[in-house]
């Protein structure tokens, strides 16, 4: 029998979500304030930018938080025809565009990124799919052919848009869902193996993205090429030291850092509040994502538990690898930071998630039933 509790939102989630888009907004308008006085004489300019993302976004996740989950089982196949047909209208559309601009989809004055809801889709076909398909799991025709197909067809149109990092954030979250629903290891050895060597080939030919992964790999020797915005990101970071330079105190925003308020918020964050403060933000989204895995296994469907746990990991992925970007870990991949960064496809994607998660919380039995999430098949 379900308490009073679980029959209603999860608290404890919505919260620690309040309370990173208010750090968020605030962040924001400090990391964009001086790019925006510069570029158009307006220090607020991203900001207000910024402040109605978050309210679409609301909007979005109060859809998902009054619409039954189960619904989107149905239109699982349909987002994956849509994403398809977005994916190649994009790619016919920026025939003659450069690579900053070509995955990107202008809809009147609205412009989005066709590979977020790519993205969206993927998860909630694969969750759609191995809820319909339990007993087959394990049959190489029937439950992996089909997913893998339709995986692949995906991440292919993404990467050639061209969108390397968002394709191989999708290559691997699929991975890992069929993973957790119990696809046999032998099946997905040659699949990510053809996606590494996929990878590979598409890396080197593209001098740009070589280049960075030398200068990620290389100790940054690089800094006034490509090695440039992970040195000036470095710089950041350490001017903040432990306890930070305060709010709105960063240097390094003033036109030093670039993309302040979009690839490296976390620097300007880091730069303002601290190491603690870095700390006690990584802190936050641990805790988003911890309890969005714990609501996911909770759900008393594999529908549930799949999309749940897929979405959790999508938005936490992102955190892991922003992060890695500007602390030199990881080369410069162009990930938001989820609810920091500024940009529209991103924020609606994370409240559709934030929304979705709610919704699956409603639903959330007592006792974890049993199941066959998380059965490795050798």
Known sequence: MKSRYHQSIDQLFFTVTIILIGIGFVIQYSASSSLAAAKFNDPGYYMRGHFIRIIAGFVVGLIFINLDYNILKKLAFWFVILSVIMLILTLILNRSGNSSTARWMQLGPFRFQPSELAKFSVILYLASFYDRHQEEIVDFKKGFLPPAFVMSIIVILVVIEPDFSTGAVIAALGIVIMIIAGTKLVYLSPFAGLFVMFSVITVIRSPYKLKRIISAFGGGSDIQGAGYQINQSLITLGNGGFWGRGLAGSVEKNLFLPEPHTDFVFSVAGEEFGFIGAILLLILFLGLFIRGIQISFRSPT?????????????????????????????????LPLPFLSYGGSTMLYNFACIGILLNISKTMIEKEKPSRLVTIHG
């Open 302 to 334: 594999v529908f549930g538990n799949l999309l749940g746990i897929g979405l959790s990991i999508s938005m936490f992925s992102y955190v892991l690898a922003n992060v890695g970007v500007v602390t030199g870990l990881l080369p410069v991949t162009g």
